[in-house]
């Protein structure tokens, strides 16, 4: 295909969009819009984009392709202008937010005009942010998800998936609803439990000081997601609303029945309830990228001699192997560490384990 496209934000996902298409439609011509000045001018010096643009009507009206890929409120904001704009007839404009209904409510005033709007969110993501951290890979197998309205056209379905096919990502068509309530329970009332662990933690740490340094390690780990954008993480809960709630008092209704079986002593219904999740939980794809960015961690068991660190590391820079976070779980004299180690794929982490054995005899493992 060839044409203009447009990507109206810059950061992790609207560049690793970018490229996607980039490397598919090598004859078209992508166009960049970011409020943050510095944003554009690398995402041009980068080469993942061909042209910036300062604002987002030069950069909208020739376009056959919009893709908004901003926090959810300024999505909001941008496809209100985009409908007062001179658009062309056949283009499709599409999103890339983490929920639907309230977006593709607002995008009627498009429909409206003729203009055809297909929400969308590819389910992957990066610890990283910024345009720095696109990457053309970055949806390879992951879950993108299609919120089309009910008066599109199959032909227009097909066309958006034509110009994404790039991103190697696994489409499914599902009403806004639906996705709203599944992308709810599975990511963000996640990451309403991880702040609240950590809130409780950070309560605690108060009178008992100990807290702190036994909350690294397993704990630290769990509560991974809580570290996420705090505005994004606004918009997303105050654009859930409904769902979260309802998703809320379920929980209540959870914590409730696992108070009573504690407070009765009934403990063969608490066996039954952390064994049933542990059946569910270990029949969950291992491979699959999902609503939150997987961590691919390697543990390595280390003994404490000075440069064993930078031993390993050696070894995996020797093999031209980039890791993103390394940290020690626990180490004493005399006594086997845990080194953890970070990777941004799965691949990544394989190579590494491999690596780690050629070249040492220490002992390696996968999270759970």
Known sequence: M?????????????????????????????????????????AKMLGVVDETVEEIKLGAEQADLIIIATPVNE????IRSLS?????????????????????????????????????HPMAGSHKSGVTAAKAILFENAFYLLTPSSDIAGDQIETL??????????????????HDYMTGVISHFPHVIAASLVHQAEKTSQEQHLVTRLAAGGFRDITRIASSNPAMWRDILLHNKPVLLKIFHDWIDEMEHVTSMLANENGDALYQY?????????????????AIPAF????????????????????????????????????????????????????????????????????TSVGP
């Open 296 to 363: 691919y961690d390697l543990f390595v068991d280390v003994p404490d001699y000075p440069g064993v660190i930078s031993e390993i590391t050696g070894y995996l820079a020797k093999e031209e192997i980039s890791i993103t976070n390394i940290r020690i779980r626990e180490t004493r004299e005399e006594v086997y560490g845990i080194l953890v180690i970070s990777f941004q794929t799965e691949e990544d982490r394989q190579r590494a384990e491999q690596c780690i054995k050629h070249y040492t005899d220490f002992d």
């Open 84 to 120: 007062n704009m001179s658009l062309k007839n056949d283009v499709i404009v599409t999103d890339a937010g983490s929920t639907k209904t309230k977006i593709v409510e607002t995008a009627t005033c498009l429909v409206k005009k003729g203009i055809t709007f297909i929400g969308g």
């Open 274 to 290: 952390f064994q049933s999740a542990k059946q569910f939980r270990d029949e969950l794809p291992v491979k699959d990228k999902g």
């Open 2 to 42: 060839r044409g203009r496209v447009f990507v109206i934000g810059l950061g992790l996902i609207g560049g690793s969009l970018a490229l996607s298409i980039k490397r598919t439609h090598k004859d078209s011509i992508i166009i960049g819009f970011d409020v943050n000045e510095k944003q554009r001018k690398l």
């Open 161 to 178: 998936k034509e110009w994404l096919q790039g991103t190697k990502a696994k489409f499914l068509i599902v009403s806004p609803e639906e």
């Open 75 to 78: 999505a909001e904001l941008i």
